[in-house]
Nanobody, 120 residues
Framework: VQLQASGGGFVQAGGSLRLSCVGS????????MGWYRRTPGKQRDLVAT???????TYDDSVKGRFTISRDNAKNTVYLQMTDLKPEDTAVYYC???????????????WGQGTQVTVSS
């Protein structure tokens, strides 16, 4: 599985950006796709994720401002970010996961990061 993210950039506080991530390869076995982010000195944290069935999870800090969506036919996941804040500044990573429930294993796949910078 390969993931290609795009859409990062520079925006003023209160602005909006839309991230996109296209998956290729063995995407039929993927169970969920989503986005993580990392700021300097911190670990990579979950932003939002969506299962194949449409169940979503958001970090509390982005609820009501960010919306995740998927186009399964295009193997693409989007992150619409509105009302951006300086604390949203981070490198955003596209993520996909395959769950092996028989062997209780998970396989995580990561795209290259895309920088989002929000000025105050």
């Amino acid at each position: 599985v390969q993931l290609q993210a795009s859409g990062g950039g520079f925006v003023q506080a209160g602005g909006s950006l839309r991230l996109s991530c296209v998956g290729s390869g063995d995407m039929d076995r993927i169970d969920a796709m989503g986005w993580y982010r990392r700021t300097p000195g911190k670990q990579r944290d979950l932003v939002a994720t969506m299962t194949n069935g449409g169940l979503t999870t958001y970090d509390d800090s982005v609820k009501g401002r960010f919306t995740i969506s998927r186009d399964n036919a295009k193997n693409t996941v989007y992150l619409q970010m509105t009302d951006l804040k300086p604390e949203d500044t981070a490198v955003y990573y596209c993520h996909a996961v395959r769950l092996d429930l028989v062997n209780i294993e998970r396989y995580d796949y990561w795209g290259q990061g895309t920088q989002v910078t929000v000025s105050s």
